[in-house]
């Protein structure tokens, strides 16, 4: 029949398509926060440079980003992985026995994180004593951990609304949880004391931190698998409820979102650069050196990323909620890249 | 009294249960209505949802102005008949601010002002310019009425979907830009027009380039790839377990792993196509010949099963007919069966395609879950997927992205409803009752 025919045809072409494949356009994977950056710089370097393709961008987070980056070399294998955190040393490990072993970091600058409230919600001032004690499972009551009490903030201080505490953060798939574990519930923790008490009853420094970032699970705080946008939706729903989020998801939507000063510090993109704001991580991403030379346009698309033109402060990637890295480090970036 | 003595003296009815029975026939009346108008009301706020919010994807702001080509300003040097690379570095943009800071009477020292004039419209304007003038390089001197989009966040004021009530630095859009907006509305400059960059524009970060195209060209590759592949397959394997195999224990054992495969989640099909069609075949990331023959695998099953159901409702006097006048097995499979099963097996066919056109799952492993600006020529090259483009837009933070969210949303369900109305035409049009 003509259906058998036509079968053969395409099996034909898958079989005889791998071994025949070059690849012309650059692929990159990794980290949902630097995707909209990446997607920026991709775009206009396609404007810029016809002659080449716009790289293709997956999107899965980035641990994913890293475990395809990992897989091998060649043109059957990602160019480029983004991330939001620096890459681990098992994953470099397990990197180099796949044969990918001459990687370059690039740091791109970076991301606050902030904890957004509706636009109609009284103004907020947290620490990150209230967040830890907001939010962690267990506190410590008598000299003892206890399970969380409290369910109103203004239990915690007395400045804070009377509401029950709701907070949306995401959840563990995503680089955000690991800063948010480590800088916000542990920083929180130690600020509140607990982190001396415990050691001097005698508990090792593991279980101390485990015990710091464990988050409640009694329904004041919940786990949210997708990205900003979804805290969005909870905190847009729920007005009294506080989301994790980007700050350039808060500054793209300001109109509708009120975001809360940590430690008497508003998040702005100066209070990240100058670290007057604690919470934040910085943006890489990761490429193979061996690519630079196989893939068309490889090289000029890190050196297009890499220039002030993009990453500078004046660029649509600062404008788009990127806070850039000082001048200095760009500089030395862009020279470690230029002299190999 | 007097009644109740009437009572008494007609005689007894043999208590039957009717009242009980029609109470119970009400009842489950109750529930079927109710189990309905739940089932409505959640398809109504769901269709609400997406109509409400994504109706206005269809319509895009756009600026009509005279343009000044000026010489001075795409090659100040004069060097464009030596040097063609001039045309295309120059500064188009700048074009386009001028006529606008002209138009609204800015003044060209005003700096800030000219900043936020500029971000009135897209930046797309650089590439449509340079376009314009490589094709039409006489424009250069001259004057032309050219037609641009406006920037997303005008586009989502104009739609007022940007709270403007609020305080002016909570915002994207200056008030100065507001009146702005006002003033060419009302001269007609800044209008709507029916949005077509939605269906032929390809993924972008700029909200108002961005469009279905790639996802529609990759759908469409997917869905003839699954088609071409699966019908045949899906059929034959059908024919020969119905109508050539007798019933034992490996048919059985066939059938169990077929309907086991039916219900099998779509992840599954994604990993076993990353490592077989990837990994293995070193067929490329990301590709519609990829993601087409994910779907193949995950449609096969629901054919199958549809196509043997059909085969079965076919009555067995019409094979004994066939074999009693001295048609071959084959030929009465061929000849008679199988057309009278078609209708079935279109109908199945659509359901298993619509099915593989609103799934992502599987996509994701396979790389299909990306940004893609180009548009794929053959299944080789690299695209996305319509739900996908949804999910991709559904995690923007800008706020205009959300209208084309629901946008596409409206588009993969008219897609599907089409499917769907198909399959039911088909059966009612070619169906046999016996």
Known sequence: ?340 | MRKGDVCHTTPMRRDIGLRQRYRAEMRFRAYGITAISIGMFFLGVLLWSVFSKGYSAFWQTSLTLNIRFDAAIIDPKNIRDHDSQVLFTANYPLLVRNALAEKLGVPSDDHLALHEVSHMFSSSVRVQLRDLVLGHPQLIGGIQKVTFLASADIDSAFKKQINLAGSETRRKISNRQIEWMHRLSADGSLHRAFNTGLFTLTASNRPETSGLGVALVGSLYMMLIVLVLSLPIGVAAAVYLEEYTHKNRFTDLVEVNINNLASVPSIVFGLLGLAVFVNFFGLPRSTSIVGGLVLTLMTLPTIIIATRSALRAVPPSIRSAALGIGASKTQTVFHHVLPLAVPGIMTGTIIGLAHALGETAPLLLIGMVAFVANYPITPMDPATALPVQIYMWANEAERAFVERTSGAIIVLLVFLILMNIASIVLRRRFERRW
């Open chain 1, 1 to 340: 029949m003509g259906g058998m025919c036509c079968i053969a045809i395409v099996v034909g072409v898958i079989l005889t398509a791998g071994s025949a494949f070059a690849r012309d356009q650059i692929q990159i994977a990794g980290s949902s926060t630097v995707l909209p950056y990446a997607k920026i710089v991709a775009e206009t370097f396609g404007e810029i440079y016809p002659e080449h393709k716009i790289p293709v961008i997956e999107s899965g987070g980035s641990g994913a980003g890293i475990k395809e980056f990992c897989r091998g070399i060649g043109e059957n294998t990602i160019d480029i992985a983004n991330t939001s955190r620096p890459m681990q040393p098992i994953e470099l490990q397990a990197c180099s026995y796949a044969g990918v072993k001459d990687i370059e970091e690039i740091h791109i600058g970076y991301d606050g994180i902030v904890f957004a409230a509706d636009i109609d919600s009284p103004d907020w001032h947290l620490t990150l004593k209230d967040i830890y004690q907001a939010l962690a499972a267990r506190v410590l009551t008598d000299g003892q951990l206890q399970s969380n009490p409290v369910k109103k903030w203004n239990a915690i201080n007395s400045n804070l609304p009377a509401w029950d505490i709701a907070v949306y953060i995401p959840g563990d798939k995503h680089g955000t949880r690991k800063i948010f574990e480590e800088k916000v519930m542990l920083q929180g923790c130690r600020e509140s004391g607990v982190v001396d008490t415990l050691r001097a009853s005698g508990m090792d420094d593991k279980a101390i931190e485990i015990a710091c970032v464990s988050v409640r699970k009694d329904g004041m705080a919940f786990d949210i698998d997708g990205d900003s946008s979804e805290g969005f939706a909870h905190i847009t729903s729920k007005k009294t409820g506080l989301a994790v989020l980007s700050l350039s998801f808060y500054k793209n939507n300001a109109d509708r979102l009120k975001v809360a000063t940590v430690n008497g510090v508003m998040p702005t993109e100066q209070t990240v650069a100058s670290r007057q704001y604690s919470i934040s991580r910085p943006l890489f991403f990761y490429v193979k050196k061996v690519h630079l030379d196989i893939i068309p346009g490889l090289r000029k698309y890190v050196e297009f990323f890499l220039s002030d033109q993009m990453i500078g402060p004046d660029g649509p990637l600062a404008e788009y909620g990127l806070v850039v890295a000082p001048q200095t480090v760009r500089e030395v970036q862009r020279a470690a890249f230029e002299s190999r």
